[in-house]
Each structure stands twice: as structure tokens, then as C-alpha cells.
């Protein structure tokens, strides 16, 4: 079974350009998760989409969106991006809702902003 | 909301000697743990789950981790470190009973020496 994958993997970008990261979870997996990686901060819970809606939402500005379509496909999409939105994104897909089901992650979208 | 501690930013240990990763939790209700390692420009790859049952939890590559409910701890333990676990471990809680998020530990690097 293929694993979750995540296009591109490399991004750069100036500030105040907006920039859509893509994920396509593990067949049959309906729940994706969005992380952002730094150095500082280390991971930070985004957002979760689930069947289409978004189920959970981290503490992010408004700057920084996502969606999920029908098979399961996620995107986030970051607006007005800043120096400090250079990142690796990771997303992460599980099983049907169930809080003990582990989650499968991506290798990341590493984002430069300059 | 929950937490996690991961007291330590790097861990050494010898190859072929006992390893583990200390970490800590902070949850309102019943915790759901994870063990996570992430190797240089990869995602996370999943190592072991504690959700009930048995305190010892044994998991992928060897590695395994006790539960300790009165210490709120989860501490990753190998019996012999191989060269080859040299990566970043990462501990994570979701706390079901408050927003059925998952929150990460800032990650310990474990380097093995030869």
C-alpha cells in the first residue's frame, strides 16, 4: 500500500506570495492532519480534516487555510506568507476518526521564504 | 490542554548499550500515547501506542515503552542501541476527553556511537 505523499517537496517563495501544499493520504485513510515543523517551535498542530470538514483547528492566523475533497486529497493553502512561515509541512493521514489510531506521515513540503 | 516534556535535547549512548528517551505528560482525561522518529529529511514514521491494557508496550525496531500512570510518564526504552537508531524521537499525547488533538514533545536527538 502506497504511503502518504506530499507535492512538492521543495518550495521557495517571496513574502507576501501565497503558496498550496498538496497531500494524498493512505488509500482508505479518511482523517488528514497538517503539521508544521521548525527548529523553534518544533511541531504544531495545523489542522484536521475529516470526510471533507475540517474537524480541529491549531492556534494559526487566519493567513493559513486548508480543504479536503471527496477522495480524501487534502491541501493547505497559505496566504501573505512571512520569513517566518519557512517550514517543513507535514501531513499525516489515519483510519476513520479513532483518537487511538496512529497517524502515517508524509515526508513534508519543505517552504523557503525569502 | 495536554502537553508533553521531553527533558532532554540530546541523548548519547554507546552502540550496544541500553537506550531510552524520557517523556513526560499532562492530560485531563485517560492519555493516548505515541512514539514517533524522524530521520534526516523525512517524516515522522511511527514507533509504538499505549490506549489501554498492558504498561509495557513493545513497538517496531526493537524499541518498546512503559506506561506510568501515577509518574505521567512514557519513556522509550531499547535493550541494545544500534548506530542505526541515531535519529530525532519524538513523544506525543492527544488528549480525547479535550480536543482530540495530538501535541507533540519538542523531539530528542539520539546520536549512538560507535
Known amino acids: 500500500k502506497a504511503g502518504v505523499t506530499q507535492t512538492p517537496r521543495y518550495l521557495i517563495k517571496t513574502r507576501g506570495q501565497q503558496v498550496t501544499l498538496s497531500c494524498s493520504p493512505i488509500?482508505?485513510?479518511?482523517?488528514v492532519s497538517w503539521y508544521q515543523q521548525t527548529p523553534g517551535q518544533g511541531l504544531q498542530f495545523l489542522f484536521e480534516?475529516?470526510?471533507?470538514?475540517?474537524?480541529n483547528k491549531g492556534n494559526f492566523p487566519g493567513r493559513f487555510s486548508g480543504r479536503q475533497f471527496s477522495n480524501s486529497r487534502s491541501e493547505m493553502n497559505v496566504s501573505t506568507l512571512e520569513l517566518g512561515d519557512s517550514a517543513l509541512y507535514l501531513c499525516?493521514?489515519?483510519?476513520?476518526?479513532?483518537?487511538?489510531?496512529?497517524?502515517?506521515f508524509g515526508p513534508g513540503t519543505r517552504l523557503t521564504v525569502l | 490542554a495536554q502537553s508533553v516534556a521531553q527533558p532532554e535535547d540530546q541523548v548519547n549512548v554507546a552502540e550496544g548499550n541500553p537506550l531510552t528517551v524520557k517523556c513526560t505528560y499532562s492530560?485531563?482525561?485517560?492519555?493516548?500515547l505515541f512514539w514517533y522518529v524522524q530521520y534526516p529529511n523525512r517524516g515522522l514514521q511511527f514507533l509504538l501506542k499505549?490506549?489501554?491494557?498492558?504498561?509495557l508496550v513493545k513497538g517496531s525496531y526493537g524499541f518498546e515503552a512503559e506506561f506510568n500512570k501515577s509518574q505521567t510518564s512514557f519513556h522509550l526504552k531499547k535493550p541494545s542501541a544500534l548506530v542505526s537508531d541515531s535519529a530525532l524521537y519524538f513523544c506525543?499525547?492527544?488528549?480525547?476527553?479535550?480536543?482530540?488533538?495530538?501535541?507533540f514533545g519538542k523531539g530528542n536527538q539520539v546520536v549512538v556511537i560507535p
Open positions: 499525516a493521514s489515519s483510519l476513520v476518526g479513532q483518537s487511538g489510531n496512529e497517524q502515517f
Open positions: 488509500s482508505g485513510h479518511r482523517s
Open positions: 480534516y475529516f470526510s471533507e470538514t475540517q474537524r
Open positions: 492530560v485531563s482525561g485517560n492519555p493516548y
Open positions: 499505549y490506549i489501554t491494557g498492558d504498561n
Open positions: 506525543a499525547v492527544r488528549d480525547i476527553a479535550v480536543n482530540n488533538r495530538l501535541a
